[in-house]
């Protein structure tokens, strides 16, 4: 169902058949949302599985038909992983990651900039705020780049 959504979707013409060859296209499904939140989990511990799979959630939502309609940009779901990179390395006293100490809004704000993507529509960015509320996931802060310092580099 979701590669039916995304081949229609992207409209356009043929290549002509000189250029053909040359600029092939593949499509590159999503990963499985049930391997792929599995995966998150046995490689990034330390992060709570309930919020692991609220990023999923919030996700693999982009690639509904509900959602689909309001022609949103697509959302980068193979690239959560690098959110979850992030939580699992920060240190803290605890074994596992403290959502206190990163805002989740805005880890996934460097992901999806909704901010730039969204700007002049204000009823979809409504809409990505309601769904972060749906799924349990912080709305972005402003941040003051004081309030954190640097521990080590490795």
């Given at each position: ?10 409209k356009?013409n ?7 060859s ?38 693999y939502?982009f ?13 980068p779901?193979?690239?959560l ?16 990651y403290d959502?206190?100490?990163?805002n989740?809004g805005?880890?996934?704000n ?5 901010e730039?993507?969204l ?11 309601e ?6 996931i ?13 521990g080590?580099?490795?």
């Open positions: 169902m979701i590669i039916h959504l995304l081949l229609n979707r992207y356009g043929l290549l002509d058949p000189p250029l053909r040359r600029f092939q296209a593949h499509l590159v499904s999503l990963p499985d949302y049930a391997d792929y939140l599995k995966y998150l989990s046995s490689a990034y511990q330390r992060v709570d599985e309930e919020l692991l799979q609220s990023l999923c959630n919030l996700g939502s690639y509904s038909e509900e959602i689909q309609a309001l022609n949103l940009p697509d959302f779901v193979e690239n992983d690098k959110i979850a990179r992030v939580m699992n390395n920060c240190q803290t006293g605890s074994l596992s959502r206190t100490l990163l989740t805005n880890l996934l460097k992901l999806y900039p909704f730039l993507i700007r002049d529509e204000e009823a979809n960015r409504k809409f990505y705020f769904l972060l509320g749906k799924f349990n912080a709305e972005p802060s402003e941040t003051n780049s004081s309030n954190y310092e640097l080590t580099v490795e």
